[in-house]
């Protein structure tokens, strides 16, 4: 999968999250990475971004 730029930096801090990330299903990811892209400002993406991260961080799906 190919993150957004503002997806890697925010991962870049927490390893953890990145990997427990890649580990998700690609389903998983691709309903992750749409929900992020289908905020166009940057505003708009930081909140499912930050949930993204906080979620990868404790092993645990976004949105479950």
């Known amino acids: 999968m190919i ?3 503002d997806l890697v ?3 870049a801090a927490y390893p953890d999250a990145r990997a427990n990330l890649e580990d998700f299903g690609a389903s998983t990811q691709r309903i ?3 929900w992020i892209k289908r905020a166009k400002k940057p505003e708009t993406r930081a ?3 930050a949930t993204t991260v906080r979620m990868a ?3 645990r ?3 479950s």
């Open 3 to 5: 993150y957004p730029q």
């Open 9 to 11: 930096t925010a991962l």
């Open 32 to 34: 992750t990475l749409e």
């Open 47 to 49: 909140e499912p971004i």
């Open 57 to 59: 961080q404790a092993g």
């Open 61 to 63: 799906k976004p949105g």
